[in-house]
């Protein structure tokens, strides 16, 4: 089907109006009412997932409707990885509105920038055609540019935003490069197209490989994947803490939701050529952000390479492919926007002012001050870390399975030499928080942004993270049906 209509972009629509009415809000009464932006974005992002989730179907149902002359496509797999972006975008402005207070930066833009990257990543979720993706991966970075040095006064976050801007452009010029060399040997830039062209003519021209590979480079851009990953330590320590968690799980999910689609759609004829350069970006992305991630003082930098780390992960999956595969990577996708999320809402809780309190050794003693946040920190960090029964523990394990199954053993090997080498890190924090009193009192951090909101935050976070690994089987069942949008 391939017709105009305005019901398949509907949740789009809803979060652009949302981000145009925060606007006009604070140029109607000012900042009078500055937690309004909040709340209304927070209207938005609701009534947005209500509307993915009623849309067009239920999910058990195999279905696939493209409007827009084919440019637009609506499935469970869109529809799968669009929940992610909303509630990771739900969490992230709930952590946001103490932590604004706190830096006196409640202005509207933050919100309308944030539904803007949500909108963005939308599109790449259910673009079928290489330019909307395009532009979908534009709307997305040029709001995470603007994020990244909200806090204009830090000069960390101008740093990191100005190196943040000039790769992610030479990342886009790659990307579209790509797209021109693909569209000029297909005759189209339609995904299904490609794939038909594809599979008629029986193997790529060296055009068309050469395509796929700047493809390949744009996209390990936007998943820090090595050795396109040097921005991310940078940038994650620079952003406001909020932004650095949002950007970690909602963009990241984005890149691989269009890089699956561009791959195992429009390029499964050229998988001989892909497979082994994936495998050890893989095996590279793993072993390098796990193995420096073990040197780092600083919490957030510490996460930017586990971050990276645990884009190998999902590259191990994307190489599976096949059910286990590609489940895995939405189930993990998943996993991760709910303990990343958490882990940053605990930092953005105890960072201070400024974000002055971020180093491992600040976490010394807050085990006893801080008991139910302390607690809250070990879980997602266990989680991220693998350990059982935390969703984590699941999502790796159905990773490395489906590598056992389609005969990538060392790369499974490898996967779980680094996530045993990454409960290092990830246990020093705990250790920090529960086995080091801090030498003085006053030493351990207030938790200057506890609000209301920063709890629920904390607690949905939780909540998702124990229900993916203790009762993961309706979650399952969501996950392989979206699988069913790929046969």
């Known amino acids: 089907m391939s017709s105009i209509s305005l019901s398949a972009i509907a949740p789009e629509l809803v979060l652009v109006a949302c981000g145009l009415i925060v606007l006009m809000i604070q140029a109607v009464v000012g900042r009078k009412y500055p937690d309004s932006f909040a709340y209304v974005s927070l209207l938005g992002v609701a009534a947005a997932l209500v509307l993915v989730w009623k849309q067009p179907g239920p999910f058990e149902a195999r279905i696939i409707e493209y409007f827009f002359m084919d440019m637009w496509v609506v499935d469970n797999f869109s529809r ?200 050890i970006l893989a095996a590279l992305t793993m072993t390098v952000g796990n193995v420096i991630a073990l040197v780092q003082e600083n919490i957030k930098r510490m996460l930017a390479y586990s971050s990276i780390a645990h884009a190998g992960y999902v590259l191990v999956a994307f190489l599976a492919a096949g059910e286990l595969g590609l489940t895995s990577i939405l189930y993990y996708m998943l996993v991760y926007t709910f303990m990343n999320l958490g882990a940053f809402a605990v930092i953005t809780m105890l960072a201070g002012a400024g974000e002055s309190r971020v180093r491992v050794d600040d976490y010394r003693g807050v085990g006893y001050k801080h008991p139910v946040a302390a607690l809250a920190m070990s879980l997602f960090l266990f989680s991220l870390a693998g350990i059982p029964p935390t969703g984590g523990f699941l999502g790796k394990f159905y990773i490395f399975s489906a590598a056992v199954k389609q005969g990538f053993i060392w790369l499974a090997i490898i996967g779980v030499l680094n996530s045993v080498v990454s409960v290092y890190y990830y246990l020093r924090v705990t250790v920090a928080m529960y086995m080091q009193p801090a030498a003085q009192p006053e030493d351990v951090p207030a938790a200057t942004a506890l609000s209301p909101a920063l709890i629920i935050a904390v607690c949905i976070s939780a909540y998702g993270v124990l229900t993916l690994g203790l009762f993961p089987s309706s979650y399952v069942a969501i996950v392989k049906a979206s699988f069913l949008s790929f046969l």
């Not at 963005?120 to 909307?132: K, R």
């Open 80 to 279: 799968f990885f669009k929940i992610i972006f909303l509630l990771g975008t739900g969490l992230t402005v709930l952590i946001s509105i103490k932590y604004l207070h706190n830096e006196a930066m409640q202005h509207s833009e933050y919100y309308a920038l944030m539904l803007m990257c949500t909108v963005g990543m939308m599109v790449m979720a259910s673009a079928s055609e290489l330019i909307t993706i395009f532009l979908g991966v534009e709307l997305m970075s040029i709001s995470l540019y603007a994020l990244t040095g909200y806090t204009r006064t830090r000069m960390l976050a101008n740093e990191a935003a100005i190196k943040y801007f000039i790769l992610g452009s030479f990342a886009s010029a790659f990307l579209i490069y790509g797209i021109a060399l693909i569209y000029g040997t297909t005759g189209t830039s339609q995904i299904p197209a490609i794939a038909e062209f594809l599979a008629k003519a029986g193997s790529g021209a060296s055009v068309l490989v050469m395509g796929m590979a700047l493809i390949l480079i744009g996209f390990a851009f936007k998943t820090a994947a090595v050795p396109f990953h040097m921005w991310a330590p940078d940038v994650y320590e620079g952003a406001p803490a909020p932004v650095t968690g949002f950007m970690s799980a909602g963009p990241k999910a984005a890149a691989f939701a269009a890089f699956v689609r561009i791959f195992m759609e429009a390029l499964p004829g050229l998988q001989t050529d892909w497979v082994m350069v994936i495998w």
